[in-house]
């Protein structure tokens, strides 16, 4: 054989052998989806806790991704609802996955927490019909519908999907937006009262306390078109309630802005925010609505042109599971809130038993929450649950100090507020009825953060 038709033969061979291995290697694709998902009027908002629909000033959505390509598909979800709990988060998982034929689990699902939205569970819902009480916490029909749409839309959305070669990371301060809700009065003592709305201005005046100024926007690429981009900060989504206006709030008009000023497809999450609230910058007024959604967009709008690109060179899921203890102290046995689903006098007194005895039958069944975490080598995305208060949003961060960490919070909702011990101790207020879990949580929540991210 002569040396010239050798090493033809030589680099065809290489190319076929580069070829299959390039087939080989998975290859990671991205499909976005948006869906509508109102509430119709008449049904209650925040679990029957304020006045229930009477308008809708804008719509509910829900927006996701599903990638493909690191094993069986992920999906990240967010929705325009207050809270999805127990065996609702468990149906929406489940409806889902089997759309996008995956595994619950790989449905890292959250709320946004609006409060002029629904909170779902339908184990809570049943027992309040069962005992015909008074109170109401949601329309399992209603919920059985959204559901099936939002699984198909996201299934429809798999025939789109592009391929993605680079990961976007960066992040913006929002100024004037987020404040703790506890502060130092002027005696110096410690108060837990500060609002959504806070009309006191000696309130409003006090320090902004321990918050994440930065919110963080993770985006996935084609080449040098933008297929997705997650933002998510940490804060309470809501400038004024309880009206019966049906309503995405600022972070709604925030992200419906940057996705026109972008022209690419925003997702946005609430991040660790039980114990942060828009308080100190409103006294609300309704128009700071419009006040404080510019505030986030600017910060969106930061992130985005701030944002570094690298190819893509991983994607792994992995999720740890956390165990959570239902709340054992006075008014929370389950005998004791039987009797308060059926007495109460208060129909929300009835909904919160209610949502008390779901949540302790879940445990009691030995179902852990999961802590999902889609991992791209550097930059990542994490699901943690509930009211989780924003000490445990840093503690990711802090668990991964050269990544990027993304957090989206109110994942599973069923244990309500999630608090740091010093909350316990110093008789933090919002968890008088809010709290379904025992002091002890924080040590339990860390633990399972340092194991999935670190």
């Known amino acids: 054989m002569n040396p010239s038709r050798r090493d033809a033969l030589a680099a ?25 998902v109102t509430i119709p009027l008449g049904h209650p908002c925040m679990g029957g806790g304020i006045a229930p629909a009477k308008e809708v000033i804008d719509p509910l959505l829900a927006h996701g991704f599903v990638l493909t390509g690191a094993g069986k598909p992920v999906c990240v979800l967010a929705l325009d609802w207050c809270e999805i709990r127990n065996g609702a988060y468990d149906a929406l998982r489940a409806a889902v996955a089997k759309a996008i034929d995956t595994d619950p689990v790989r449905v890292m699902a959250c709320a946004l927490h609006q409060h002029d939205a629904p909170i779902f569970d339908l184990e809570g819902q049943q027992l309040l019909e069962k005992h015909k009480a008074k109170g109401a916490i949601c329309d399992l029909a209603f919920f059985e519908k959204a559901v099936a749409r939002l699984a198909a839309t996201a299934k429809a959305s798999l025939k789109g999907a592009k391929p993605v070669t680079h990961i976007g990371t960066g992040q913006g301060e929002v100024k004037g937006v987020a404040s703790n809700r506890r502060y130092t009065d002027a005696a110096g003592k410690v108060q837990y009262n500060r609002m959504s709305a806070t009309r006191d201005a000696a309130i409003r005046a006090a320090e902004e306390g321990t918050i994440d100024p930065q919110l963080k926007t993770i985006s996935f690429w ?8 997650l933002s998510a900060y940490a804060t309470h989504p809501m400038s004024y309630y309880g009206r019966g206006g049906v309503t995405a709030d600022f972070v709604g008009a925030a992200r419906k802005k940057h996705q026109a000023e972008t022209r690419a497809f925003q997702m946005y999450a609430s991040g660790c925010s039980g114990n942060v609230t828009a308080g100190k910058y409103n006294d609300g007024d309704a128009a700071n609505r419009a006040v404080l959604a ?38 929370f046995s389950e005998e004791e809130l039987l009797a308060k689903l059926k007495d109460d006098p208060r129909p929300f007194g009835q909904c919160l038993a209610a949502l008390g005895l779901s949540w302790k039958k879940r445990c009691d069944a030995g179902k852990p929450i999961d802590v999902p975490v889609l991992d791209f080598g ?13 000490e445990f949003q840093l503690a ?5 100090p050269k990544g990027f960490v993304v957090v989206m919070g109110y994942g599973e909702c069923g244990p309500g507020y999630i608090p740091i011990e010093r909350a316990w101790k110093e008789n933090d207020g919002n968890l008088s ?22």
């Open 396 to 400: 990711a961060q802090a668990a991964r």
């Open 222 to 229: 084609n080449g040098d078109s933008p297929l997705c981009a």
């Open 433 to 454: 009825d809010w709290c379904w879990v025992n002091p002890g949580s924080e040590q339990r929540m860390t633990d399972a953060i340092r194991k999935a991210l670190g």
């Open 12 to 36: 065809a061979s290489a190319l076929a052998f580069a070829s299959t291995a390039r087939a080989d290697e998975p290859q990671l694709k991205l499909a976005t989806f948006e869906t509508e």
């Open 294 to 331: 510019e505030r986030v967009r600017a910060g969106m709008a930061a992130a985005w042109k701030a944002t570094t690109r690298v190819p893509v060179k991983t994607a792994t899921f992995r999720n740890t599971e956390l165990t959570l203890e239902p709340r054992s102290s006075k008014g």
């Open 378 to 390: 550097g930059p990542c995305v994490c699901v943690l649950p509930a009211e989780s208060y924003v």
